[in-house]
DNA sequence: CCAGATGGCTAACTGTGCTAGCTTTTGGCT
DNA sequence: AGCCAAAAGCTAGCACAGTTAGCCATCTGG
């Protein structure tokens, strides 16, 4: 009998896959295994446990994030950064929602755990955007936070489906992107 | 043998002490059961499964949350509804984590789900505090979904701990409710 | 005070995560 | 080429959580 030939990167990435699929919650070790031609137990030689493997899965997610919104944002700046940025969020989240619930379930454990560094890859994108602002130092981190909750809040109730009204979704994020960019422009000592 | 007198309302108390004490992913029947002085089948009288006893979970934390924000912008209005609103809600949020897990875990089922009713009267609150900025009632869906993207994603965050710089969460959150307060204030073609 | 309803119990089944220990493939070294 | 250790797969089986079945004790209404 050939073997699978699985490897621990390839197992996370099938992980994702099947993550988005089926729901975060809904992932197991049996359906992964069933995915990759192979039985449970196997997968116990690629990845220690079922924690380790969503730990993956949530590293992956915060790389492939940063990686979208790095790349929406290349050679913008101001608004236009901050709106491209957002919009790669969204649409990131709404195509791979298991992965980002991965993400979020996932906490750095010791200090040399890959999570962190790409949890800060993530931020360091809306922290570049939020530099073309021009804020008060002092202010950065309050308009940081408020963005990362903004866009978490927002992403996160759409992918459960929390918003029952029948206004469209997009032009609410629209709209809101365009309201927190005044907000911070009319913030600015510089612009304002 | 006497009887301990349980009753679907009692359990679900407890289960909601026991979900912000434990977190929860770390609810589980047994445990519960322990807690009641009961053996884990005995709850199965009272409620159907253990989905059954989150989603009552959930619609008693949407109450409870309900209740929180109307006591606390009882006769404000403008942005000191908003602000005691906002306060209401991240206090109520971090005092009951497992609780407003429960009911972010919670999709309404059918049409009598009364999870439905709870969760509309989170929303009316919102709404409420926000018609006193007086916007265009086509703009009022997208800032209610704004407010409501960006408590829950602070809250969330804060609860999971996502906050690392060690700047003052509380700085931060007042700096974003006066935030948005301004810039709902600059948007209203009333109050501008 | 009896009878039915009700709330508790034990026993047992299922599904999932995981470990132990065996077998087979694989790839490097002589 | 052939051997040998490491690695990758497998089966068997344990532990634990959720759940069901079915029994017995306890309340409560007539």
Redesign the pocket.
């Known amino acids: 009998?050939?073997?699978?030939?699985?490897?621990a990167s390839s197992v996370t990435e099938a992980a994702a896959a099947l993550v988005d699929e089926v729901g975060f919650e809904n992932?197991?070790?049996?359906l992964l295994?069933e995915r990759l031609?192979?039985?449970?137990?196997?997968l116990?030689?690629?990845v220690?446990?079922?924690?380790d493997l969503t730990h993956r899965i949530a590293v992956l997610a915060m790389h492939e994030l940063a990686d979208a919104v790095r790349d929406a944002t290349q050679g913008l700046a101001g608004s236009d950064a901050l709106v491209a940025g957002a919009r790669a969020m969204r649409s990131y989240v709404l195509q791979h929602p298991g992965r980002y619930a991965a993400g979020n379930a996932a906490r750095v454990q010791g200090p040399d755990d890959p999570l962190a560094p790409a949890v800060d890859r993530v931020l360091a994108s809306w922290t570049a955007m939020l530099h073309g602002y021009r804020l008060h130092p002092h202010e950065e981190v309050h308009a940081l936070r408020m963005l990362r909750s903004l866009l978490h809040g927002f992403v996160s109730l759409e992918a459960i489906g929390g918003f029952q009204m029948d206004t469209d979704v997009d032009d609410s994020f629209t709209w809101m992107t365009g309201f927190i960019d005044r907000g911070l422009v009319s913030t600015s000592p510089r612009l304002a």
Request: hydrophobic share 40%; charged share 20%; net charge positive.
């Open positions: 009998m050939p073997r699978a030939g699985l490897v992932l197991s070790m049996g295994a031609g192979v039985r449970a137990p196997s116990y030689k690629h220690t446990d079922k924690a």
